[in-house]
């Protein structure tokens, strides 16, 4: 069968001199789990972009739903609609997609523009602002929200229309642990309902739950690795050469050694030897 989502040898630049993808190369299947993982500027956003159909290949080619995606293509229906209506992204700063008056107007905004009768529409918010708990906040202007809310309302505006798709970019970033931990239980609620979900983190202890496969990318805007989360984030060599951990050097008492840290994260490997005065790799 031919993958829902294809990318073959794909680049994209913003200016000449500055890329953003080089080459990259990605198959994601119908009711799939892929994480994208890389440091800040290697190319995650760019990619959810072009699977999102909001830039498109300078080189290479991609295909969703079977058809080669191309601006002119989209620009028509009914393939665009269809193509809008399927694939559902989450910013990684939300304030640019939450611009309604209420939370309800909010989760609205997305059925009514996909011409959803006016019954179909209050179903569908009644329905995704029980799932999102979000009844307290339906009146109100979701830029006086915390981060944590909007994130929960710009989800449940995308999921409303519902979806085959999920892009989701940094969707914990900036999070507390708590908002992050609702956050990631919508996301596994969504993958239960068999959509796909492609997520970009670098919130690698949230991984194992989100994904079933990691693509890894490198600074150079290349697929650095692939694999199963369990390989990836126990091959060290992939994550520093990626710089999503590094080494510090830290003293303790009378000895030194080294720790390696997520980067960004709060996840630690703290290998202790016993006090020599010697550096610990």
């Known amino acids: 069968m031919r993958p829902l989502l294809e990318l073959d040898q794909v680049s994209y630049a913003y200016a000449e001199s500055i890329p953003a993808l080089s080459g990259v190369s990605l198959a994601v299947a119908e009711g799939e789990r892929v994480a994208i993982l890389g440091a800040n500027g290697c190319g995650k956003t760019t990619l959810l972009k072009l699977l999102g159909g909001l830039v498109f290949a300078q080189q290479g080619t991609?295909?969703?739903f079977g058809r080669e995606i191309t601006d002119p293509l989209l620009s028509r229906d009914p393939f665009g609609m269809f193509f809008r209506k399927e694939i559902g992204v989450l910013f990684q700063h939300v304030d640019a997609q939450l611009f309604n008056p209420t939370v309800e107007e909010e989760i609205a905004f997305g059925p009514l523009q996909l011409g959803d009768p006016p019954e179909v529409v209050r179903r569908k918010v009644r329905e995704t602002m029980e799932l999102f708990s979000l009844g307290p906040l339906a009146g109100r202007p979701p830029f006086a929200l915390s981060g944590g809310?909007?994130?929960?309302?710009?989800?449940?505006a995308v999921l409303a229309t519902d979806p085959r798709v999920l892009l989701l970019d940094e969707p914990t970033a900036g999070l507390d642990p708590r908002s992050s931990r609702i956050l990631v239980d919508l996301i596994l609620e969504a993958q239960a309902r068999g959509r796909t979900v492609v997520t970009s983190t670098n919130d690698l202890h949230v991984v194992p739950e989100i994904a079933g496969r990691v693509l890894v990318l490198g600074e150079d805007r290349r697929v650095?690795?692939?694999?199963?989360?369990e390989a990836i984030l126990q091959d060290r060599a992939v994550l520093r050469a990626a710089n999503l951990i590094h080494r510090h050097r830290h003293a303790h008492q009378d000895y030194w050694h080294e720790h390696e840290h997520e980067h960004p994260g709060v996840f630690h490997v703290h290998p202790h030897d016993p006090p020599s005065g010697e550096w610990i790799a």
Request: charged share 30%; glycine share 6%.
């Open 224 to 229: 650095l690795a692939s694999g199963t989360p």
């Open 62 to 64: 991609y295909r969703a």
């Open 149 to 156: 809310e909007k994130k929960k309302v710009a989800l449940a």
